[in-house]
């Protein structure tokens, strides 16, 4: 595929209320949660804070609407309400959920809506 991203990511959990996108962030490049500024909740919008940040660590963003192979970060909605979560997904299928250290239970995936998919791939410029 042309989105194939690196083949090891780790699980990074959130340290603070806002910063599941953070989490994802981190796992792709293998940092620690402190590492990575959070881009949620902040003057600027998110996509913009991080995608400035992915181009200088030497990676570009493509949204995609269905499940990509490999790993990416899922943006889902909990149903019913506006709020959104952020977690790294393995074939569209979710593999990390950073707020969560339990297992990923059926019952508790079953509350989100996926929204749509981000894949961090390598510049190669």
Request: net charge positive; proline share 3%.
């Amino acid at each position: 595929s042309v989105f194939k991203v690196a083949a090891k990511v780790k699980r990074v959990y959130q340290a603070k209320k806002y910063d599941c996108l953070s989490a994802c962030v981190a796992s792709f490049l293998n940092e620690d949660i402190e590492n990575v500024p959070i881009f949620i909740m902040q003057e600027e919008r998110w996509e913009v804070l991080m995608e400035r940040y992915l181009n200088e660590k030497g990676y570009e963003l493509v949204w995609v609407s269905y499940p990509p192979e490999g790993y990416s970060i899922l943006l889902a909605k909990v149903q019913g309400r506006e709020l959104g979560h952020a977690m790294v997904a393995k074939h569209g299928k979710v593999w990390h959920d950073p707020a969560r250290k339990e297992k990923l239970t059926q019952e508790y995936l079953n509350r989100y809506r996926v929204e749509r998919y981000i894949v961090l791939r390598k510049k190669w410029y």
